[in-house]
C-alpha cells in the first residue's frame, strides 16, 4: 500500500514538473503559482469570515479600494458631486508625491554619500574624525530625530527631504568605505610602479574597484529610504502614499489601508530592480574579477 501511495505521489510531482514550463519561465511560473495559491487561501479565510473584515478585508474589498483611490467618484451615497481618488489626490499623485521626495531626499544622499565614503575610505584622519557621528546617525531609528526636524524646517516637504536623506546617506557612506578599503596596496603600488599618477590610481584602481560596494550600497539606502517614507509623511503627508496610509489606518479604512501597503511594497521591488539593473550596465566587471 505504501508502495502504491508513494508512486501516486511521485507521478503526482512528476505531472506538476510537467506543467511548469522550462528554461527562464520556470521561476515566473513558481512566482505566479505562489502569488495565486496565496490569494487563493486570504480570499477562502475572508469568505469564511474566520477573521473579521475590518482587520483583514477580502483581496476584492482591497481592489475595490484601489480602484476607488484612482478614479472619480461620487463624496457621499447619494450626491451628484464627485471628487477624485482619496484626499482630493488620486492614489498615483499620492505615489508621485512620495517618489518625489525620494528623489531629492535620497539622491541628495546618493550623490554626496559616495564622495563622503571614498574621502573617509581613503583617509584614516578623516575617518576618526567623522566616523564616531556618522555610526551614530546610522543607529538612530527615523522617528527618533523626525520631532526635531519638524522644529527645525515646520511640517512642510523640507523636513521630509531631510529625513529621506539622513536615513539614506549612512548606508552609502559605509559601503563605500568597505569598497575603498578592502582594495588592496598592491594594486595601487603596481600602477604607480607602472607610472600612474595618483589621480590615475584613483580613477582607474580606487574606483572601479569601489564601484560594486557603492551600487549595493545605493540599492540598501533606497530601500531603506522607501521603508522611511511612512515616517516622512506622519505629518502633514498628503499627497503621499505613506501619509494616505496612516491617514486610512486612522479613519479604519482597512481595505485602502493594505492598497496603500500593497502599492508601497510593489514600489519598493520596482525600485530596487531598476537599480539593479542600472547597476549591471554601470559595473559590468561585478563578480567578475
Request: glycine share 10%; hydrophobic share 55%; net charge positive.
Amino acid at each position: 500500500m505504501s508502495i502504491a501511495a508513494g508512486r501516486a505521489s511521485g507521478s503526482a510531482a512528476q505531472r506538476i514538473r510537467v506543467a511548469l514550463p522550462a528554461g527562464p519561465w520556470r521561476g515566473i511560473a513558481v512566482r505566479v503559482l505562489s502569488l495565486a495559491l496565496f490569494v487563493a487561501l486570504w480570499s477562502a479565510i475572508a469568505a469564511a469570515r474566520l477573521v473579521d473584515p475590518q482587520f483583514l478585508p477580502s483581496p476584492h474589498a482591497v481592489w475595490e479600494a484601489f480602484v476607488r483611490a484612482n478614479s472619480w467618484h461620487p463624496i457621499a451615497p447619494g450626491v451628484q458631486r464627485e471628487v477624485p481618488g482619496e484626499q482630493n489626490y488620486f492614489l498615483w499623485e499620492h505615489l508621485l508625491a512620495s517618489l518625489q521626495r525620494i528623489a531629492a531626499g535620497a539622491g541628495a544622499a546618493v550623490v554626496l554619500g559616495p564622495v563622503t565614503g571614498f574621502a573617509l575610505g581613503t583617509s584614516k584622519t578623516l575617518a576618526t574624525l567623522v566616523g564616531p557621528y556618522l555610526n551614530f546617525l546610522r543607529t538612530l531609528p527615523p522617528l527618533g530625530y523626525i520631532g526635531l526636524l519638524i522644529v527645525w524646517f515646520g511640517i512642510g516637504d523640507t523636513a521630509k527631504v531631510w529625513l529621506l536623506f539622513l536615513a539614506a546617506f549612512p548606508p552609502v557612506v559605509i559601503a563605500t568605505i568597505a569598497g575603498a578599503q578592502q582594495v588592496s596596496a598592491d594594486r595601487s603600488n603596481a600602477a604607480r610602479s607602472l607610472g600612474a599618477n595618483r589621480l590615475q590610481v584613483i580613477t582607474r584602481v580606487l574606483l572601479p574597484a569601489t564601484a560594486p560596494e557603492v551600487i549595493g550600497g545605493i540599492r540598501v539606502a533606497i530601500g531603506f529610504a522607501w521603508t522611511t517614507v511612512v515616517a516622512a509623511e506622519l505629518n502633514n503627508g498628503i499627497p503621499g502614499i505613506g501619509g494616505l496610509a496612516f491617514l486610512s489606518g486612522q479613519q479604519l479604512n482597512t481595505p485602502l489601508t493594505m492598497a496603500c501597503i500593497i502599492v508601497i511594497g510593489l514600489t519598493a521591488l520596482t525600485l530596487d530592480a531598476v537599480i539593479s539593473w542600472i547597476g549591471a550596465l554601470v559595473v559590468p566587471w561585478k563578480g567578475k574579477a
